[in-house]
């Protein structure tokens, strides 16, 4: 078998399986099986004849997690300090004003891989190819992570007090329920 016929493909529910156990969220997972798949495959040369291929995407697969993961642990502190950096928000007086604090909060609270894509494709307008080179990623992914931002973003609205009636915001990039591309 030579190095282009690697049956990375066929090791797909293992790697699924050692994903989920590292990361310990499906979606997650899924852009981690998704990038351990690229990089095997930009990478395809430096596979050692005879050698096991599971064991050697499980391997690219460890080492993408612990760079993300110290990434992760980068870019949260430098979030925090920029968070901290920023002065008090104080919002003007009014029903609307409440609504677009709330949506504020949500959107940050989305996690960084969902915000960032969703900022890049929503809010500056990028198509996926751009934001997928930006972020170092496959469009996939990145039409992944915004799928879910968006989705989270409008349970936010649909979960809203049933006291009173809210307005309902048009999620960015949505015309009519469906998603522009």
């Given at each position: 078998?030579?190095?282009?016929?690697?049956?990375?493909?066929?090791?797909?529910?293992?790697?699924?399986?050692?994903?989920?156990?590292?990361?310990?969220?499906?979606?997650?997972?899924?852009?981690?099986v998704?990038?351990?798949?690229?990089?095997?495959?930009?990478?395809?040369?430096?596979?050692?004849?005879?050698?096991?291929?599971?064991?050697?995407?499980?391997?690219?697969?460890?080492?993408?997690?612990i760079?993300?993961?110290?990434?992760?642990?980068?870019?949260?502190?430098r979030?925090?300090?920029?968070?901290?950096?920023?002065?008090?928000?104080?919002?003007?007086?009014?029903?609307?004003?409440v609504?677009?604090s709330?949506?504020?909060?949500?959107?940050?609270?989305?996690n960084?891989?969902?915000?960032?894509?969703?900022?890049?494709?929503?809010?500056?307008?990028?198509?996926?190819?751009?934001?997928?080179?930006?972020?170092?990623?496959?469009?996939?992914?990145?039409?992944?992570?915004?799928?879910?931002?968006?989705?989270?973003?409008?349970?936010?609205?649909?979960?809203?007090?049933?006291d009173?009636?809210?307005?309902?915001?048009?999620i960015?990039?949505?015309?009519?329920?469906?998603?522009?591309?």
């Open positions: 078998m030579g190095k282009d016929d690697l049956d990375i493909v066929g090791q797909l529910e293992a790697l699924r399986r050692y994903a989920r156990v590292l990361t310990r969220n499906a979606d997650t997972a899924d852009d981690l998704q990038s351990t798949f690229l990089r095997a495959h930009e990478r395809r040369a430096t596979f050692r004849d005879g050698a096991n291929v599971r064991v050697w995407l499980m391997s690219i697969m460890h080492n993408i997690f760079d993300e993961r110290r990434n992760g642990l980068t870019t949260a502190k979030e925090r300090a920029w968070t901290d950096s920023l002065p008090g928000f104080s919002a003007p007086s009014g029903e609307m004003a609504r677009l709330e949506l504020r909060k949500a959107f940050l609270s989305l960084s891989e969902q915000r960032e894509a969703l900022h890049l494709v929503a809010v500056e307008g990028l198509g996926v190819t751009e934001a997928a080179e930006i972020l170092h990623v496959p469009s996939g992914t990145v039409m992944s992570r915004v799928g879910r931002a968006r989705a989270a973003l409008r349970n936010f609205e649909e979960s809203g007090s049933g009173v009636k809210r307005r309902s915001f048009r960015v990039g949505e015309r009519d329920g469906h998603t522009d591309r």
